[in-house]
Each structure stands twice: as structure tokens, then as C-alpha cells.
């Protein structure tokens, strides 16, 4: 379960703006360094939430996937999207349990894929982030040899200083970022569980979220709801935020002033991580 998070109540908003943002290099990947034609794979989704990624991936051909999430409201919402998959037998099993462990037999996937997941797992405190660690362990644990496990995240680089609205409170946006490992940090967990990256990517755009350039969002406590960065703010800096974007829209300068601080188009919202289990 997330660490700062409330996923039952955030289901019920979650689908309202949240994308499958790149599904379809996931799905290229996961063939590529798999060897195998997409039918024929079993994918592990690791903190599935709502399903969207399973979706789309089982859309683009993959043979079967499992769903696994700590939520049982975010569980509930896959299973209605997911009905059709669920009885002709695409998503074989719905199993909800808080990472670490994953539980399954050893060698069950062709790849696991952990999408905006791993800075749930961990407390901010832990700067080594021994449940990630764990957790990625895990996952080479229950990933066939040859496989792949996919990672995709918002590195704290991308939080401070490439989306607009995490800038409108940088105190904000330090706080969260302590749950985000880095590339730096990321390599170590890798070699801590005995896997290689093969690739590292950014996906450019911000079609992770649909209402991502609705510059009066934060004002807006469902449009918030669907972003984890939310939780961590006090109720001193949601007014300061809400204050800064009332002033800026006053003055007719609050889309000038976000597109000025956003990189998405050229910098990217998500990042990849592609890595072999050999």
C-alpha cells in the first residue's frame, strides 16, 4: 500500500484523467528484449491500479496478464474494465497484496512491469529505499530467465524543474521527490537485484494525464485526487499554490507562466527503465 496515499478513495477519480502514457513502447519493448511474439507472453502488472496499462497492453497483442495491486478499490475498477479480458482468459488472475513480496512461484512471468509505482513503497526517510530494493529482488525472482522488467517513473529532475505545476511549490516538490529514486539511485538498486538495464528513455509530451494543461486544476480537489504529489501538501502550501494561480489568472499571466515552466514537449513527463534478467 502506498506509503501517503489513500488508492480506495482515489479510484473513484482516478480513471477521470490518467492515460496509459506509453503503452505502446512498453509493449515494443517487452517483445524485443523478450524474443517472443506478443501472444505468446505473460506479463506480471505490478501496482496495476485501474488497469489502464493492462489494457492497452493486452489491446497490442500480449497474450496474458496478471494484475496485482494492494488496493482493493483500484482492483474493483480493473475488474469492470477488464471483464471481458477476465472470461476469455487475457488477464489470468486478480490478486490483491502489498509489495514486497510479490506472490508467485519463481519464474511465472515473461516480464514484469512496475508503471508509477516504486515511490509508493517506500518512506521518505529511506533514503536507500530498502522496500524497492526488495521488491525489485522480487521481481527477478518471479521473472523468467531472459525476461524483462519494465520501470517507468518521474525522476526527481522531472518533478523539480520539467512540470509546471509541481513548480508552483518547490517545499512541495522536495518532499515528494524523497520517494523518487534518481538514475543515479536507480542504477544501485538495479545491481542490488541483480539486474542489467539495457535502456533508459524518456517519453516525450504529458499525455499521462488528460487535463495535464488545465493551469486552474489545482484549484480543482478532484483534479488533484489524481495525482499522488497532492497528498504530501500541507493545507499552508495548497493555499499558497491556489493564491499564486488566483493572482497569476488576475493579471492574465497564468498561462504564459506555466507553459514557460513546463518541459514536457521536450524533456518528457515519464521515464523507462528496460531491464534483462539473464
Known amino acids: 500500500m502506498s506509503k501517503y496515499e489513500d488508492y480506495n478513495s482515489a479510484s473513484r477519480n482516478y ?8 503503452s505502446d513502447v512498453m509493449a515494443a519493448m517487452i517483445q524485443f528484449h523478450c524474443g517472443k511474439p506478443l501472444k ?7 501496482g496495476c491500479g485501474t488497469g489502464n496499462y493492462a489494457k492497452a497492453l493486452i489491446d497490442y497483442g500480449v497474450g496474458q496478464v496478471t494484475l496485482l495491486d494492494a488496493s482493493p478499490g483500484m482492483l474493483e475498477k480493473a475488474k469492470v474494465k477488464l471483464a471481458d479480458a477476465i472470461e476469455s482468459g487475457k488477464i489470468k488472475e486478480v490478486v490483491e497484496a502489498t ?22 513503497i517506500d518512506t521518505e526517510s529511506s533514503t536507500e529505499f ?9 521481481a527477478r525472482r518471479v521473472t523468467v530467465s531472459g525476461g524483462v522488467i519494465l520501470i517507468t517513473t518521474c525522476l526527481p529532475t522531472t518533478i523539480s524543474g520539467d512540470m509546471w505545476m509541481t513548480q508552483l511549490n518547490m517545499e512541495l516538490s ?3 521527490n ?13 545491481m542490488a537485484a541483480n539486474i542489467s538495464c539495457v535502456q533508459k528513455m524518456n517519453i516525450l509530451g504529458s499525455s499521462i494525464s488528460k487535463e495535464y494543461f488545465n493551469f486552474e486544476g489545482p484549484l480543482d480537489e478532484a483534479w488533484r485526487k489524481t495525482s499522488s504529489y497532492w497528498q504530501l501538501a ?25 507553459r514557460d515552466h ?15 534478467c539473464k
Open 99 to 120: 509489495m514486497p513480496p510479490i506472490p508467485f512461484p519463481d519464474a511465472s512471468f515473461d516480464a514484469v512491469m512496475f508503471n508509477l509505482v516504486l515511490h509508493h
Open 178 to 190: 524523497r520517494y523518487n529514486p534518481s538514475v543515479e539511485q536507480f542504477e544501485k538498486l538495479f
Open 174 to 176: 522536495a518532499r515528494f
Open 15 to 22: 480513471d477521470n484523467q490518467r492515460f496509459a502514457m506509453g
Open 130 to 138: 530498502p522496500s524497492v530494493t526488495h521488491t525489485l529482488k522480487e
Open 40 to 46: 505468446d507472453l505473460h506479463v506480471l502488472d505490478a
Open 262 to 276: 513546463d518541459n514536457s514537449d521536450t524533456a518528457g513527463v515519464l521515464t523507462m527503465f528496460v531491464c534483462e
Open 234 to 258: 500541507t493545507e499552508t502550501e495548497l493555499e499558497d499554490i491556489k493564491r499564486k494561480i488566483t493572482e497569476l489568472k488576475s493579471k492574465g499571466e497564468l498561462e504564459k507562466w506555466a
